[in-house]
């Protein structure tokens, strides 16, 4: 199930009832607890945080001249998906991550190598979340990108 939305809040008033009151949470918390510097918008059919081009022109090696994305959020088929670009271009953080996960939630963690799935709107760990997202500023993640991904 694809939201098909022209602003964020089309996107938040779109997600399927049973899920909404956790993904407007889930989606405060990523608005209230990112440093400032990342830009919220819709990309790639999702909510999406990233490093605005006036920040750091360069933006995305993969679409030039699209800002540097970040985070995204999204309500998929069967699960809430926060996509989280640390995650993926930092090991320590992964780690981190992972041992922590436990002690907010009782289920398994489901993850692949940026997005965390959330089939259950009760075991969101929202603490650990809003922990996550003050981990890493815009200048923090343009020099992971630029250490990891970018072309050279």
């Not at 985070?71 to 993926?88: D, E, V």
């Not at 963690?109 to 815009?138: H, N």
Request: aromatic share 14%; proline share 9%.
């Amino acid at each position: 199930m694809k939201i098909e939305a022209n602003s964020v809040e089309e996107y938040l008033n779109q997600v399927p009832e049973e899920r909404k009151a956790s993904f407007r949470k889930l989606y405060e918390t990523v608005s209230q607890k990112l440093p400032p510097g990342f830009q919220e918008q819709l990309s790639y059919g999702m909510i999406g945080w990233s490093v605005p081009l006036e920040t750091y022109p360069p933006g995305y090696h993969c679409t030039p001249n699209t800002p540097l994305p970040f985070l995204n959020l999204a309500s998929q088929k069967n699960f809430i998906a926060l996509y989280h670009m640390g995650i993926y271009a930092n090991p320590e953080l992964l780690n981190w991550f992972v041992a922590e996960y436990p002690k907010y939630s009782p289920r398994k963690l489901d993850i692949g190598k940026s997005c965390m799935r959330f089939k259950k709107v009760e075991d969101i760990p929202f603490d650990l979340i809003a922990e996550l997202c003050q981990k890493i500023t815009p200048e923090d993640w343009i020099t992971l990108y630029e250490r990891e991904f970018k072309k050279k």
